[in-house]
Protein backbone atom coordinates (compact mmCIF):
# COMPACT_ATOMS: atom_id res chain seq x y z
CA UNK A 1 0.00 0.00 0.00
CA UNK A 2 2.56 2.48 0.95
CA UNK A 3 2.70 6.54 1.66
CA UNK A 4 -0.27 8.11 -0.10
CA UNK A 5 -0.72 12.17 0.08
CA UNK A 6 -4.60 12.80 -0.45
CA UNK A 7 -5.07 16.38 -1.44
CA UNK A 8 -4.12 18.82 -3.68
CA UNK A 9 -0.62 21.00 -4.39
CA UNK A 10 -2.27 24.22 -4.72
CA UNK A 11 -2.92 24.23 -1.17
CA UNK A 12 -0.78 25.52 1.68
CA UNK A 13 -0.89 22.15 3.70
CA UNK A 14 -0.38 20.10 1.60
CA UNK A 15 3.24 21.12 0.47
CA UNK A 16 4.60 21.21 3.95
CA UNK A 17 3.83 17.14 4.14
CA UNK A 18 5.50 16.78 0.16
CA UNK A 19 8.72 18.52 1.89
CA UNK A 20 9.23 16.51 4.69
CA UNK A 21 8.53 13.26 3.15
CA UNK A 22 11.41 15.06 0.01
CA UNK A 23 13.49 15.99 2.72
CA UNK A 24 13.76 12.41 4.08
CA UNK A 25 14.03 10.88 0.65
CA UNK A 26 10.57 8.47 1.31
CA UNK A 27 8.62 7.17 -1.97
CA UNK A 28 5.29 8.32 -1.61
CA UNK A 29 1.86 8.98 -4.18
CA UNK A 30 0.17 11.98 -4.33
CA UNK A 31 -3.29 11.16 -4.82
CA UNK A 32 -5.65 14.49 -6.14
CA UNK A 33 -8.60 15.52 -4.22
CA UNK A 34 -10.85 17.63 -6.67
CA UNK A 35 -12.51 20.20 -4.62
CA UNK A 36 -15.40 21.04 -7.49
CA UNK A 37 -17.09 17.62 -7.00
CA UNK A 38 -17.65 17.86 -3.46
CA UNK A 39 -14.67 14.76 -2.77
CA UNK A 40 -13.38 16.24 0.29
CA UNK A 41 -17.02 15.63 1.86
CA UNK A 42 -17.46 12.06 0.07
CA UNK A 43 -17.76 8.87 2.65
CA UNK A 44 -14.07 7.93 1.54
CA UNK A 45 -12.06 10.81 2.53
CA UNK A 46 -14.18 11.50 5.43
CA UNK A 47 -12.69 8.35 6.60
CA UNK A 48 -9.20 9.66 6.12
CA UNK A 49 -9.68 13.29 7.49
CA UNK A 50 -12.94 13.64 9.35
CA UNK A 51 -13.03 17.76 9.02
CA UNK A 52 -13.24 16.48 4.91
CA UNK A 53 -10.05 18.64 4.61
CA UNK A 54 -6.85 18.28 3.56
CA UNK A 55 -4.13 16.63 3.43
CA UNK A 56 -5.04 13.22 4.58
CA UNK A 57 -2.23 10.69 4.66
CA UNK A 58 -1.75 7.13 4.54
CA UNK A 59 1.16 4.68 5.66
CA UNK A 60 0.23 1.09 4.70
CA UNK A 61 -2.37 0.76 7.73
CA UNK A 62 -2.13 4.43 9.55
CA UNK A 63 -4.31 7.25 8.50
CA UNK A 64 -3.20 10.87 9.54
CA UNK A 65 -4.63 14.18 9.13
CA UNK A 66 -3.38 17.68 9.87
CA UNK A 67 -0.24 18.80 8.37
CA UNK A 68 2.20 19.29 10.83
CA UNK A 69 0.96 16.31 12.69
CA UNK A 70 1.83 14.22 9.89
CA UNK A 71 5.25 16.13 9.15
CA UNK A 72 6.40 15.18 12.44
CA UNK A 73 5.30 11.83 11.94
CA UNK A 74 6.88 11.49 8.90
CA UNK A 75 10.79 13.31 10.18
CA UNK A 76 10.11 10.59 13.15
CA UNK A 77 10.06 7.78 11.02
CA UNK A 78 12.91 8.62 8.88
CA UNK A 79 14.65 9.77 11.74
CA UNK A 80 15.12 13.17 10.02
CA UNK A 81 17.40 15.47 12.63
CA UNK A 82 15.05 17.91 11.45
CA UNK A 83 13.06 18.14 14.81
CA UNK A 84 16.39 17.94 16.73
CA UNK A 85 15.22 15.88 19.16
CA UNK A 86 18.52 14.43 20.47
CA UNK A 87 18.85 17.83 21.89
CA UNK A 88 15.63 18.71 24.41
CA UNK A 89 16.39 22.38 24.67
CA UNK A 90 17.03 22.64 20.67
CA UNK A 91 13.49 20.46 20.50
CA UNK A 92 11.55 22.80 22.79
CA UNK A 93 12.76 25.85 20.07
CA UNK A 94 11.83 24.01 17.08
CA UNK A 95 8.06 23.33 18.46
CA UNK A 96 7.96 26.84 19.90
CA UNK A 97 8.54 28.45 16.52
CA UNK A 98 6.21 25.73 14.77
CA UNK A 99 3.57 27.13 17.25
CA UNK A 100 4.53 30.37 16.39
CA UNK A 101 4.24 29.48 12.56
CA UNK A 102 0.66 27.75 13.44
CA UNK A 103 -0.55 30.90 15.88
CA UNK A 104 0.79 33.75 14.67
CA UNK A 105 2.46 33.87 11.24
CA UNK A 106 0.45 31.36 9.25
CA UNK A 107 -3.50 33.10 9.51
CA UNK A 108 -1.95 36.44 8.18
CA UNK A 109 -0.27 35.24 5.37
CA UNK A 110 -3.14 32.99 4.45
CA UNK A 111 -5.86 35.69 4.68
CA UNK A 112 -3.32 38.30 2.65
CA UNK A 113 -2.91 35.45 0.08
CA UNK A 114 -6.44 33.77 -0.17
CA UNK A 115 -8.11 37.42 -0.79
CA UNK A 116 -5.89 37.86 -3.48
CA UNK A 117 -5.45 34.74 -4.58
CA UNK A 118 -7.97 32.59 -4.14
CA UNK A 119 -10.69 34.79 -4.10
CA UNK A 120 -10.53 36.24 -7.88
CA UNK A 121 -10.15 32.50 -8.76
CA UNK A 122 -13.24 32.22 -7.81
CA UNK A 123 -14.79 35.56 -9.19
CA UNK A 124 -15.07 36.78 -5.58
CA UNK A 125 -13.80 40.68 -5.12
CA UNK A 126 -11.03 41.16 -3.38
CA UNK A 127 -11.84 42.72 0.47
CA UNK A 128 -8.91 45.18 0.74
CA UNK A 129 -9.82 46.08 4.35
CA UNK A 130 -9.12 42.62 5.35
CA UNK A 131 -5.93 42.23 3.14
CA UNK A 132 -4.18 45.73 4.69
CA UNK A 133 -5.55 45.01 8.39
CA UNK A 134 -3.80 41.14 8.00
CA UNK A 135 -0.41 42.87 6.19
CA UNK A 136 -0.40 45.48 9.36
CA UNK A 137 -0.28 42.76 11.99
CA UNK A 138 1.89 40.31 9.16
CA UNK A 139 4.97 43.24 9.99
CA UNK A 140 4.28 43.30 13.50
CA UNK A 141 5.09 39.30 13.53
CA UNK A 142 8.03 40.16 11.26
CA UNK A 143 9.53 42.52 13.61
CA UNK A 144 9.47 39.40 15.91
CA UNK A 145 11.43 37.34 13.42
CA UNK A 146 13.84 40.06 12.43
CA UNK A 147 14.92 40.33 16.10
CA UNK A 148 15.06 36.57 16.60
CA UNK A 149 17.10 36.24 12.98
CA UNK A 150 19.52 38.98 14.36
CA UNK A 151 20.76 36.53 16.69
CA UNK A 152 20.33 32.95 14.64
CA UNK A 153 20.14 32.03 11.16
CA UNK A 154 17.18 29.83 11.47
CA UNK A 155 14.49 29.99 13.80
CA UNK A 156 15.26 27.59 16.52
CA UNK A 157 19.29 28.11 16.16
CA UNK A 158 21.70 28.02 13.46
CA UNK A 159 20.44 25.03 11.70
CA UNK A 160 17.48 24.76 9.57
CA UNK A 161 14.50 23.11 11.40
CA UNK A 162 10.83 22.06 10.61
CA UNK A 163 10.13 25.15 12.32
CA UNK A 164 11.66 26.78 9.16
CA UNK A 165 10.50 24.67 6.63
CA UNK A 166 6.34 24.84 8.20
CA UNK A 167 6.45 28.66 7.11
CA UNK A 168 7.61 27.54 3.36
CA UNK A 169 4.00 27.19 1.49
CA UNK A 170 2.36 30.04 3.08
CA UNK A 171 5.56 32.68 2.52
CA UNK A 172 5.74 30.73 -0.97
CA UNK A 173 2.57 32.21 -1.88
CA UNK A 174 2.68 35.24 -0.18
CA UNK A 175 6.02 35.81 -2.52
CA UNK A 176 3.71 35.67 -5.31
CA UNK A 177 1.58 38.35 -4.57
CA UNK A 178 2.32 42.27 -5.29
CA UNK A 179 2.63 42.27 -1.34
CA UNK A 180 6.07 40.18 -1.21
CA UNK A 181 8.11 43.84 -0.82
CA UNK A 182 7.22 43.43 2.46
CA UNK A 183 10.14 41.62 3.40
CA UNK A 184 12.51 43.86 2.54
CA UNK A 185 12.10 45.94 5.43
CA UNK A 186 13.33 43.03 7.61
CA UNK A 187 16.63 42.02 5.81
CA UNK A 188 17.48 38.95 7.90
CA UNK A 189 13.55 37.43 7.76
CA UNK A 190 14.39 37.92 3.92
CA UNK A 191 18.42 36.05 3.77
CA UNK A 192 16.11 33.64 5.82
CA UNK A 193 13.80 33.12 3.46
CA UNK A 194 16.35 33.12 0.95
CA UNK A 195 17.66 30.31 2.87
CA UNK A 196 14.78 28.34 2.77
CA UNK A 197 13.77 28.66 -0.63
CA UNK A 198 17.52 27.47 -2.00
CA UNK A 199 16.81 23.99 -0.35
CA UNK A 200 15.99 21.07 -3.17
CA UNK A 201 13.35 19.81 -1.47
CA UNK A 202 11.60 23.34 -1.42
CA UNK A 203 13.09 24.20 -4.79
CA UNK A 204 11.03 20.82 -6.20
CA UNK A 205 8.03 21.15 -4.35
CA UNK A 206 7.73 24.90 -5.22
CA UNK A 207 7.53 23.43 -9.16
CA UNK A 208 4.07 22.25 -8.80
CA UNK A 209 2.63 24.30 -6.63
CA UNK A 210 0.25 26.99 -8.03
CA UNK A 211 1.87 29.54 -10.27
CA UNK A 212 0.45 33.39 -10.51
CA UNK A 213 1.68 35.78 -13.16
CA UNK A 214 2.01 39.42 -11.05
Not at 80 to 100: F, I, Q, T
Request: aromatic letters at 12%; one cysteine or more; hydrophobic letters at 40%.
Amino acid sequence: MGVKVYGSTKSTNVPRVLVCLEEVGAEYEMVPVDYDTGELKSPAHLARNPFGQIPAFQDDDLVLFESRAISRYILRKYKSDLLREDNLKEAALVNVWVDVEYGQYNGLAGAITYNVIVKPMLGQAIDQQVVDANLEKLKKVLEVYEARLLQCKYLAGDFISFADLSHFPSTYYLMSTQYKSVLDSYPHVKAWWEAIMARPSVKKIAEIMYKREL
